[in-house]
């Protein structure tokens, strides 16, 4: 099986292409060619000897993965499906006015185990590559307009910290798509260990999936708040200044009887205090056998006027792609009936 370039730095091109017995500066060729005019083939980078190139392309590819199957949504979110293994991945792309907001997956399935997220009851399928993550920006029919990527698609983002810090430095890198980090957000369920490396080695925007404040409740959904309490989340992100550019949001989906209580807006104010942030409240979308369904719309409504009272802004999140399981919880990385 051949290597992939795309993912790699200008450094490591540079030996690959001595290796190929090309000149060192023509890593920074490659470079150019995979990241600015996003060549699919070895062939096309004309700027290397037919030689160079032929030699190159006995032991590389460039890598780029096509999605197999895409759906549109009658808002307007596609929904791509990319090949995996084991279980394929999605990639959602979310248009709004002159944004253009690609969702994108870190890992095929996901170990944490969520019990209201469709992907966490695929179970983990293993860490995406380089090659992989990229190709959700790269191989899209909006790969040219992209303004804003979150990720926010299928796996933990922090459980494959070393590969998306890769994919974050190409985004931003001026060798690489010249992103501003203000571009970028990155969602956690709070993987404490990589979510301080996290804010310490990127200044991109933080969502963090809370859903409770009342730590014995969250445990009962999300399995992960036994190793890393959500109290302790907090309290880190709390070390870090957000009264800048750099932003902090909480993900809170509401389910009708569980978590839409005036204790828990209580509680979630309390535990919120002193930090500027934003709160997305999110509707529910129902999945199969689970014991919770959405709140009313009227029960959001006043969720967001408890949170606002004390303090804390909170927005309701409008749904998007619902209809093609491309919403919050739904993305299960297979072939859906059309």
Request: net charge neutral; aromatic share 8%.
């Amino acid at each position: 099986m051949k290597m992939r370039l795309l993912g790699k730095t200008p450094d490591e091109l540079k030996e690959i292409a001595v290796e190929a017995g090309l000149p060192a500066f023509a890593g920074k060729q490659m470079a150019q060619w995979l990241y600015q005019k996003r060549v699919r083939s070895i062939e096309e980078i004309t700027n290397l000897s037919k030689q160079g190139r032929e030699a190159l392309a006995q032991r590389y590819e460039v890598g780029l993965i096509e999605p197999i199957d895409v759906q549109t949504s009658q808002d307007g979110t596609r929904k791509y499906l990319f090949p995996h293994q084991d279980l394929d991945f999605e990639a959602v792309m979310i248009p709004d006015e002159d944004r253009r907001t690609l969702c994108v997956s870190s890992q095929a399935g996901c170990k944490m185990g969520c019990k209201f997220c469709m992907t966490g009851r695929q179970g983990f399928h293993g860490n995406l590559e380089p090659a992989q993550i990229l190709s959700q920006y790269f191989a899209i029919e909006e790969a040219g307009e992209l303004t804003n990527t979150v990720f926010m698609g299928m796996g933990e983002p922090l459980d494959n910290w070393v590969t998306v810090k890769r994919v974050i430095d190409i985004l931003t890198a001026p060798w690489g798509l010249a992103w501003s980090p203000k571009r970028i957000t990155l969602s956690t369920i709070g993987v404490l260990p990589n979510l301080k490396r996290y804010l310490d080695e990127s200044r991109c925007h933080l969502a963090v999936s809370l859903h409770n404040p009342f730590p014995e409740e969250r445990e009962e959904m999300m399995p992960v708040q036994k190793a890393w309490s959500v109290t302790e989340v907090v309290r880190l992100i709390k070390q870090y200044d957000f009264t800048g550019q750099r932003r902090v949001s909480f993900e809170y989906t509401i389910f009708h009887g569980w978590n839409d209580t005036p204790r828990h807006a209580e509680e979630l104010v309390r535990l919120l205090r002193h930090l500027e942030c934003r709160v997305n409240l999110i509707r529910f979308h129902r999945i199969p056998d689970f014991p919770y369904g959405p709140a009313q719309q009227r029960e959001m409504e006043a969720f967001r006027v408890f949170l606002q009272e004390g303090g804390i802004t909170a927005t309701i999140r409008a749904s998007r792609g619902e209809d093609i399981f491309a919403a919050c919880g739904l993305l299960a990385g297979k072939h859906q009936e059309k």
